[in-house]
Every structure is written in C-alpha cells, then in structure tokens.
C-alpha cells in the first residue's frame, strides 16, 4: 500500500518537475530570441536530428537488455525496452539519474520478479556502460582529429594524444577484466560479478553508438549556425557531458549549453542548443510520463483483479 501511495506521487512530482525544468530553460532567453533562432535550422537538418534521437533511445534499449541478461534474466525485449525508454526519459530530465531512472526501472522491473539485489546490478551495469560510451568515444576523436580536441580542451596535441591512448586503454581494460577476471565482488549484501566477454565488448560498443547518435543530433542542429566539424561537436559534447555528470544538476541544463557554446566559441547556437534540449530531453518526457502512469494504472488494476479474485 505505501508503495503505491508512493509511486502516485512519484508520477505527480515528475510531471510538476517537468514542467519547472523546461520553464527554468527557456525563461532566461526572450521569445522572439528563441523562435528566430530555432527557424534558422532547415528542415532537412531537424527531421535528421530527431531520426537520431530514436536511434539513441533505441541504442539505449539495448543497455538494459544487456543489463538483464548480464544478472541472468529473461524477458521479452518489448518489456526491456519500454522499461529502458520510460526511465531514461524521465531520469534524463530530472537529474541523479542512477536514482530517478533507477526508481523507474525497480517499479517495472520489480513486477516481473526480479529482486532488489538484481535491479541494483541492471542499475550500476547501465551506468558502467555510460562511463565507457564516454570515454572511448572521447578516446575515439582525441587519436582520429586531435587537433579539434587539442583546440577545444586546450592541451597539445601531444596531449590529447596521451589523453586518448588513456582514454582507450581504459576501455580495453574493462575488456580484458571481463575475460580475466573471475569470481566477485561483495558490497554490504549484494554480490557483483564482471560480465561475460561477449557482453562486455557490447557494452562498449552499444555504450560508444549511443553517444555518436547523440553527437550526430546536436551536429545536425549545429550546421545551421556554422560549420563544425563532427569529431569537434563530439568532443565538446563529451566534455559537457562529463561536466553534467560532475554538475548532477537535473538534466544537466546550463552547463551542457554553456559548456558547448564555450567551447565552440560562439555565441550563435543558442537556437541549436534549444533546439537540442527540446529534442533530445523534453520530446521524450511526456512520453515516458505517459508510459509510466499507464504502467501504473494497468498494475493497479491487476492489484484489484487479482484481490477480487482472492475475495471469491
């Protein structure tokens, strides 16, 4: 009973949230600044900035399908996916996501049998495939441009060589650990295990795609206002996701933008960087909202099925 209560008013919190976050956004910037920027951006380059939003959101799918399969679950992968889809889009906009998404993710998956312990595996195993998304992908574009990156970071080009050796020596770690390392790990109660080699290489390479479709939406929303190059909107997108991270603040909202503008130098995409929220992180929120308060009302209705039944 309390945890339906509470549910309840998780659904009611994050729509009023929602609505707090998009206003906090766009209030600092004037409606005709807005609407003039936002019409600058062809046609052409909006529909392919949304065509790889679906293709982020659906490499994300595979985050959790990895996840289930690494604490040794099976479900349907229509189930994993509208679980994946309806935390991520409300844990993107709401910020911790490892708490909001997870919160989502442990009502879904909960359901379906699987115990607090496993949740919290499918939790830390989709964050681990975030962190090594990150850093290959910045590993990627330090080692093919370095002069993009050595421009925006501000280290030389010898630096940011080292940095992207680092950066893939790292990802070819957590390789070689998952064929090497066997046994686990203990914390407080739970125990963790390195996943299998196979699905170690897919999250580093589903983790790495989900990241490039990101990079490809903002660049395709970018082009309106200039002409960046691809592996210099990644590198600045990987820098402001790291600060967003570091930030926790909810959603990452102004620190992505102004860690973008700064490092593009240039005050003009302002129209892109709204553009991109509104896109990437507000489009899928009242979707996920949607998702989950029809989850809601489907157990409950199950709840009381199943009691009138018990009754009879």
């Not at 679950?73 to 993107?92: N, P």
């Not at 049998?113 to 919290?120: H, Q």
């Not at 390479?205 to 909107?233: E, K, M, Y």
Request: hydrophobic share 55%.
């Amino acid at each position: 009973m309390a945890m339906r209560h509470f549910a309840r008013l998780f659904v009611v919190a994050a729509i009023i949230l929602a609505g707090w976050l998009i206003y906090r956004t766009l209030s600092k910037y004037g409606v005709d600044e807005i609407t003039a920027s936002i019409w600058q951006i062809p046609p052409g380059h909006l529909l392919t900035a949304v065509s790889f939003v679906f293709l982020s959101y659906f490499c994300l799918t595979f985050f959790d399908a990895l996840a289930v399969r690494y604490v040794g679950r099976e479900l349907a992968y229509k189930q994993v996916a509208i679980a994946s889809f309806t935390s991520l889009a409300i844990g993107h906009n709401v910020g911790g996501a490892a708490l909001s998404s997870g919160a989502v993710r442990y009502r879904f998956y909960s359901r379906w049998g699987l115990s607090a312990e496993e949740v919290a595996k499918i939790i830390l195993f989709c964050g681990v495939t975030v962190g090594l998304g990150l850093i290959t992908l910045a590993g990627i574009c330090c080692l093919i441009m370095p002069a993009g990156p050595a421009r925006i970071i501000g280290l030389s080009r010898t630096g940011v060589l080292i940095f992207g050796v680092t950066c893939i020596g790292a990802s070819s770690a957590y390789l070689l650990l998952a064929y090497f390392l066997k046994g686990s790990v203990r914390v407080f109660r739970w125990r963790f295990e390195m996943p299998s080699a196979p699905i170690a290489f897919c999250q580093l390479i589903v983790g790495t795609v989900n990241f490039l479709c990101v990079s490809a939406c903002l660049h395709q929303l970018l082009r309106a206002f200039g002409n960046p190059t691809f592996f210099d909107t990644a590198t600045a997108y990987v820098s402001a996701n790291a600060a967003a991270l570091v930030s926790h603040v909810p959603g990452g909202i102004g620190v992505i933008e102004a860690t973008v503008a700064f490092l593009l130098g240039s005050s003009a995409t302002i129209g892109a960087l709204i553009a991109f929220r509104a896109i990437y992180f507000f489009l899928p929120l009242p979707l996920g909202l949607i998702s989950l308060s029809i989850a809601e009302l489907v157990h409950r209705d199950d709840g009381k099925s199943l009691a009138s039944k018990a009754k009879n």
